[in-house]
């Protein structure tokens, strides 16, 4: 991974191989990340969506092996007690130009993985809502 701070940001460029979000949370953790938004673009292969099931209180996880293009990587991160938060969404397309969407729970750089980091002054925290199932941002 290569970064460059700017005045109220940074610019991550995730390199191929790289696993986007063990190398997003080890940045964080590196660089004290209270909280943030995220985007990207890139490609990547082997990539591991999920869609959340609020009867199940659980995530649908779905495997799309092979590669794809990284048309969008939006999300923010937060924190749980001591432990980084990224709900990062990512919609990916084919070279047929389909498209799929979900929570990003994994997936590997193939290309490059453009990403813009935009930190926030105060701690983002979330809770465990055992009503719904998630862990929710504690506004």
């Known amino acids: 991974m290569k970064l460059k701070k700017y005045q109220k940001y940074y610019v991550l460029r995730l390199e191929k191989g790289e696993e986007i979000v063990k190398m997003l949370t080890e940045f964080v953790k590196t660089k004290k990340v209270k909280g943030a938004f995220v985007l990207g673009i890139g490609a990547g292969k082997e990539f591991t969506l999920g869609c959340f099931d609020p009867e199940k209180k659980a995530y649908?996880?779905?495997?799309?092996?092979?590669?794809?293009?990284?048309?969008?990587?939006?999300?923010?991160?937060?924190?749980?007690?001591?432990?980084?938060?990224?709900?990062?969404h990512l919609v990916i397309g084919s070279s047929n130009f389909n498209t799929f969407s979900g929570h990003l729970f994994s997936g590997t750089v193939t290309a490059t993985c453009e990403l813009f980091v935009i930190p926030l002054d105060t701690k983002l925290k979330r809770y465990r809502d055992s009503l719904i199932g998630l862990n929710l941002l504690e506004l």
């Open 60 to 88: 649908i996880r779905r495997f799309f092996p092979g590669e794809w293009e990284i048309a969008n990587l939006l999300g923010n991160i937060s924190w749980l007690e001591q432990e980084p938060i990224l709900h990062i």
